[in-house]
């Protein structure tokens, strides 16, 4: 069972997004085992974005991810990293496919609406960046029954 880390970013909450996106991931049958607002700041970004940092556009980005507060999740599931990765779509909101996020909500590379983990071991490394251990929930074993064959958890 793989546990990923999704933002909801100013983007998101600006369009009043937040409840169509945590429902989606519901309706998809992953759990939300941690879920909070916060806002972020230079020095996290910093850290999350370290892949951006010289790019021309990381002074907007910054700008765009300190608008609003975030809404943070750690959504728990088989396979949830590259299953999230798929709902949140291509980066460009313009070139992602629809039914994904991204692809329904968003016209843009940057404005983008959400965040997701895009692999196992940053996932590992972001749930901790946004997470303290107390809050993440582990109240879900008696759902799986529900959502998987015995041979899939
Ligand atoms: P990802 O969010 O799909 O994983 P990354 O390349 O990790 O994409 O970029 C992180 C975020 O930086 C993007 O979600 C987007 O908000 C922003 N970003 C990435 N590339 C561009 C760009 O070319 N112009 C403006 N913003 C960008
Ligand atoms: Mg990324």
Redesign the pocket.
């Known amino acids: 069972m793989e546990s990923t880390l999704v933002l909801i970013?100013p983007s998101g909450v600006i369009r009043c997004l937040i409840g169509d996106i945590i429902a989606r991931f519901q309706h998809k049958g992953l759990i939300i085992a941690g879920l909070k607002m916060m806002q972020l700041d230079e020095a996290i970004l910093h850290e999350h974005?370290a892949?951006?940092v010289d790019?021309p556009?990381f002074p907007?980005?910054l700008v765009?991810m300190t608008r609003t507060p975030v809404v943070a999740m750690v959504v728990k599931g088989v396979d949830a990293v590259a299953v999230v990765r798929s709902m949140?779509g291509?980066?460009?909101g313009r070139k992602a496919a629809p039914g994904t996020i991204r692809g329904d909500f968003s016209m843009s590379?940057?404005?983008?609406i959400v965040?997701?983990s895009?692999s196992v071991e940053n996932a590992d490394i972001e749930v901790r960046r946004f997470f303290k251990p107390e809050e993440v929930f582990n109240y879900t074993d008696d759902t799986f029954k529900y959502l998987y064959a015995p041979d899939e958890v």
């Open positions: 970013k974005y892949h951006l790019k556009f907007s980005l765009s949140t291509a980066t460009n590379g940057q404005e983008n965040h997701a895009d």
